[in-house]
């Protein structure tokens, strides 16, 4: 069972977090004599957890993989583990502020544990349709070439992508993460367990988001996870419908510097001074980039502030790398006019990109 860290911490008492360790240790073998003990106790009684805690494989479990939670050092052998406050659960009373700080380090490790020792089963096209008709009545979803979608705002799309958990997706051509901001946390759990091992392509949309709620734009809360999943896309990655800052951009052109084709499309990127992505785009292979929409006013608003553009554009020509394999840079809809785009690229020119639609030249 997994420790769903976005759960307030009052929601899990001494007992539950107790209960949920009896169910990670179960079936493993140096961890019998613990599992016996969790195993019938649904109730967790005062008593039961008492006896459980005072189990020496049960400290032995806590010492071993708590470690790093609190910091190394903290303790070096069982010896010098106490357990006596019922309270603080017994972890290392020295070493741990509050209980509320225990529980967090306690369900930080323990899902660390859990997804570490996650096998996750690949599915076939065959098992991948079944499941998908018995979930929404829809003959088939995809086939062995086809690209498939997962929108985090329809009912049907959600219970399908909760039944993936612990398999990873087959191989196709492309997938469609839509309204990611519906299900964050579903979403996250698919790129982490499901995405395929291999794919050409990847589009991470958030569209149906109100810009307004900035919580739900930011492209930050994914950042790990994308990490985890753009260096199995061999081909083209699009971000829609985000908020990023120069920081992000950075990083998320880091994990794209091999793809062919990158996208931002209706994101919202304020780039008040140029920022250095020279370290971020060495060595890339980038030949398409995408900018469509993102100058519209509820996104990054290009025409009150063409400064956010010509920063962008003077970052970007500054990459040599970038120089080399660029041949197109897609500006649709951003509503800069024509004559000022014009200027930033004379002043900051490509080698050989063309700019698409309104330049349909090389700018050098």
């Known amino acids: 069972m997994e420790l769903d860290l976005d759960q307030s911490m009052d929601k899990y008492s001494v007992e539950e977090i107790v209960q949920k360790i ?18 019938g106790k649904e109730e967790g009684g005062r008593g039961v957890i008492k006896e459980i805690m005072e189990d020496e494989k049960f400290r032995e479990f806590c010492v071993r993989f708590t470690l790093d939670a609190i910091g190394k050092g903290a303790i070096t052998t069982l010896d010098q583990a106490d357990f006596p406050d019922f309270s603080s659960l017994g972890y ?17 490790q323990f899902s660390k544990i859990y997804e570490r020792n996650l096998k996750t089963e690949s599915l076939s096209t065959t098992n991948l349709n079944t499941r998908f008709h018995s979930l929404s009545g829809y003959l088939s979803y995809l086939n062995s070439n086809s690209a498939m979608s997962l929108q985090m705002d329809k009912e049907y799309s959600i219970k399908f992508a909760k039944s993936l958990m612990n398999y990873r997706l087959p191989k196709c051509s492309e997938i469609y993460l839509y309204s990611v901001h519906k299900r964050p946390e579903l979403t996250k759990n698919i790129l982490k367990r499901s995405f395929p091992e291999q794919i ?11 810009f307004a709620k900035t919580k739900k734009i930011n ?10 999943v753009i260096p199995n896309v061999t081909h083209r990655v699009t971000f829609k419908h985000f908020e990023i800052n120069q920081y992000q951009l950075s990083k998320l052109f880091y994990l794209s510097r091999e793809k ?25 292979k980038i030949e398409t980039l995408n900018f469509d929409s993102c100058g519209e006013s509820q996104y990054s608003d290009w025409e009150t ?6 920063n962008l554009i003077e970052s970007l020509s500054q990459c040599p790398d970038l120089q080399d394999s660029l041949t197109q840079i897609s500006l649709c809809w951003i509503k800069v006019p024509k004559e000022i785009q014009i200027k930033i690229f004379e002043q900051h020119p490509f080698k050989k990109a063309t700019v698409y639609p309104y330049l349909t030249f090389s700018p050098n």
Do not use: W
Request: with cysteine.
């Open 260 to 284: 062919k084709q990158v996208g931002f499309r209706n994101c919202r990127i304020h780039l008040k001074t140029p920022p250095d992505l020279s370290k971020s785009l060495k060595g890339c």
């Open 200 to 210: 050409e392509g990847f589009s991470f949309d958030n569209r149906g988001v109100d």
């Open 305 to 310: 502030h063409p400064e956010y553009l010509c």
């Open 22 to 39: 009896g169910n990670m240790v179960k079936g493993r073998k140096e961890y019998e004599g613990l599992s016996k003990k969790v195993a």
């Open 219 to 228: 492209i930050g809360r994914y950042l790990k996870e994308l990490s985890q």
């Open 92 to 108: 290392l009373r020295a070493s741990i502020k509050s209980q509320r700080e225990c529980i967090r380090n306690i369900k930080r």
